[in-house]
């Protein structure tokens, strides 16, 4: 049963960082990818950064290309995602997620975790 749980969420200023981590726990595959999405209030849920496990190929959307970055910490069992110049319209719920790719869409989501940005 694969359990992930994210944190790290909060409020920060135009131009901020934070990092969100991921605790990605219960699967034996690594033929798959781990990623974040969000969703902003009134709008779709969108792929915002991948890592794929076999190989660590990483995938960015356009809209946090240099600005976010997505690793993974084996050790740890642990994804984070570093978010720096942060914008208002970077304000969403954040969700870490395991599937295939980032363009197919999750089969496991966690929670979530709020990033506010002011």
């Known amino acids: 049963h694969v359990q992930l749980v994210e944190s790290g969420g909060g409020s920060v200023q135009n131009g901020g960082s934070l990092r969100l981590s991921c605790t990605v726990s219960?699967?034996?595959?690594?033929?798959?990818?781990f990623a974040w999405f969000r969703r902003a209030p009134g709008r779709n849920y969108e792929g915002v950064a991948a890592?794929?496990?076999?190989?660590?190929?990483?995938e960015y959307d356009d809209s946090v290309k240099g600005r976010f970055t997505i690793s993974r910490d084996n050790a740890k069992n642990t994804l984070y995602l570093q978010l720096t110049s942060l914008a208002t319209e970077d304000t969403a719920m954040y969700y870490c997620a395991k599937g295939d790719t980032m363009a197919a869409g999750p089969n496991y989501w966690g929670q979530g975790t709020q990033v506010t940005v002011s």
């Open positions: 890592f794929y496990v076999r190989g660590g190929a990483t």
């Open positions: 219960g699967y034996t595959d690594d033929s798959y990818c």
